[in-house]
C-alpha cells in the first residue's frame, strides 16, 4: 500500500482529518501532509491539522476537527458530548474536549474550544459514530460538576436509558447524584 492509500485509510476512519501524529503512526513522514497540501490534495486546517476533501463532510466534521486539533489525543466531552448523543437540548457555545494533563494542544483555533484537563481510564472513552468521546456516565457527571442545567441532566440521562445508554442501576445513581446537588444547592440558598 503507498502512502497515499495509508493516509486515505486513516483519513476515512477519523471523518476526512489526518494529523501529523496519524503520518509519524502510520511510518510517514509528516513533511509528506506539507507536500500533499501544497499539491492540493489535503487542505491544512490548522497546525499538525489536514483535511482530505475528496471525503464528504459529514454532522459531525466539527468534532472530529477538534480532536484532530488535539492531535488525536483528547475526547468529546461534557455538553459537547450529550449533543453528540443527542441526549439532551443544550446547546454549547464552544466544544469540550477532555485532554490528558499533559496535552497542550496548539493555541491556533483554541478560542472554538473549551478544554478540561483529566486523565482518563479506557472505560470512560468509547467511540461514538466515529468520535473519541466520553461515556455517557462519565458525561453526566462532567456536566453536573460544571454546572449544566439539573433538568437538562435529567432529560440526558431519560435518554441515555431509552437509548440503552444507561442501564436502569446507572441511571438511578447519577439522577440521585443530580437530585443531591439540587438539595445542596436549595440548601446554600
Do not use: F
Not at 64 to 70: I, L, M, P
Not at 139 to 165: F, H, M, N, V
Request: charge should be positive; glycine fraction near 8%; aromatic fraction near 4%.
Amino acid at each position: 500500500m503507498n502512502v497515499r492509500d495509508r493516509l486515505l485509510e486513516r483519513a476515512v476512519e477519523q471523518h476526512g482529518y489526518l494529523t501529523t501524529r496519524d503520518a509519524r503512526e502510520l511510518g510517514v513522514d509528516p513533511t509528506q501532509l506539507r507536500l500533499m497540501a501544497s499539491r492540493g490534495r489535503l487542505e491544512r486546517v490548522g497546525r499538525g491539522v489536514y483535511r482530505v476533501p475528496l471525503i464528504p463532510r459529514t454532522e459531525h466534521d466539527e468534532l472530529a476537527e477538534a480532536v484532530a486539533w488535539t492531535l488525536g489525543r483528547g475526547v468529546i466531552s461534557h455538553e459537547s458530548a450529550l449533543v453528540l448523543y443527542r441526549l439532551s437540548d443544550v446547546s454549547p457555545s464552544r466544544i469540550h474536549l477532555t485532554v490528558p494533563r499533559d496535552n497542550h494542544p496548539r493555541a491556533s483555533g483554541g478560542e472554538l474550544y473549551r478544554l478540561h484537563r483529566r486523565n482518563l481510564d479506557s472505560a470512560e472513552v468509547v467511540e461514538h459514530d466515529g468520535i473519541p468521546v466520553t461515556a455517557p456516565s462519565r458525561t453526566i457527571r462532567d456536566c453536573l460538576a460544571d454546572g449544566t442545567d439539573p433538568y437538562q441532566l435529567r432529560l440526558a440521562i431519560d435518554e441515555a436509558k431509552s437509548q440503552a445508554l444507561l442501564r436502569r442501576a446507572e441511571a438511578e445513581v447519577l439522577r440521585g447524584e443530580v437530585d443531591a446537588r439540587v438539595a445542596g444547592a436549595r440548601g446554600r440558598a
